[in-house]
T-cell receptor
Framework: AQKITQTQPGMFVQEKEAVTLDCTYD???????LFWYKQPSSGEMIFLIY??????QNATEGRYSLNFQKARKSANLVISASQLGDSAMYFC???????????????FGQGTILTVHP | NAGVTQTPKFRVLKTGQSMTLLCAQD?????MYWYRQDPGMGLRLIHY???????AKGEVPDGYNVSRLKKQNFLLGLESAAPSQTSVYFC????????????FGQGTRLTVV
């Protein structure tokens, strides 16, 4: 069974500083994808970044980067130059692709609430 | 481009009542999903569909039924609501591609009293 663990229920960061949100995963499959989603207080789910298990480079999208350490099964999200608008819940999720039968199903972590202080 | 639209956005039910949540997507996605979000538990998959006329159980399917009569619509039904089904429900859709993200609706906040 797949499992995602986010051990930080809440994190605080000063505006303009960088912050790392932790995510570890457990899977026996070799082919999988890792996603981060942002959920602001308004409730919608916003896709941030994707990392494939066979990707050799860490993914980056603007101020977001993913610190992917495959041997440690971790996929931490790094947000650089935090902004007040980054205050939200952040979810790490995994999709397994083994045999093409995952059908895109996502397994989510518990989430981390990030608060950015001015 | 509306993306994924859920109706209703809010609903209060009495224990034992039934209701249907509607999800519509206009992106021609093959796959559709229903998740529920509870505090401290992230999102959990209730049911999913890989194409018109197909449905399958997810992690927490008990107490729910689904139907996908048209490719663009995915309905979630509660036949006899229970307080344990108080939650925020999200519909999502995606293509069959490995690298593509799921697109989510805005959520439905359901309270069962």
């Amino acid at each position: 069974a797949q499992k995602i663990t986010q051990t930080q229920p809440g994190m605080f960061v000063q505006e303009k500083e960088a912050v790392t949100l932790d995510c570890t995963y457990d899977t026996s499959d070799q082919s999988y994808g890792l996603f981060w989603y942002k959920q602001p207080s308004s409730g919608e789910m916003i896709f941030l970044i994707y990392q494939g298990s066979y990707d050799e480079q860490n993914a980056t999208e603007g101020r977001y980067s993913l610190n992917f350490q495959k041997a440690r099964k971790s996929a931490n999200l790094v947000i650089s130059a935090s902004q007040l608008g980054d205050s939200a819940m952040y979810f790490c999720a995994m999709r397994n692709n083994a045999g093409g039968t995952s059908y895109g199903k996502l397994t989510f972590g518990q989430g981390t609430i990030l608060t950015v202080h001015p | 481009n509306a993306g994924v639209t859920q109706t209703p956005k809010f609903r209060v039910l009495k224990t034992g009542q039934s209701m249907t949540l509607l999800c519509a997507q206009d992106m021609n996605h093959e796959y559709m999903y229903w998740y529920r979000q509870d505090p401290g538990m992230g999102l959990r998959l209730i049911h999913y569909s890989v194409g018109e006329g197909t449905t399958a159980k997810g992690e927490v399917p008990d107490g729910y039924n689904v139907s996908r009569l048209k490719k663009q619509n995915f309905l979630l039904g509660l036949e006899s609501a229970a307080p344990s089904q108080t939650s925020v429900y999200f519909c999502a859709s995606s293509t069959a591609g490995v690298r593509t993200e799921a697109f989510f609706g805005q959520g439905t906040r359901l309270t069962v009293v």
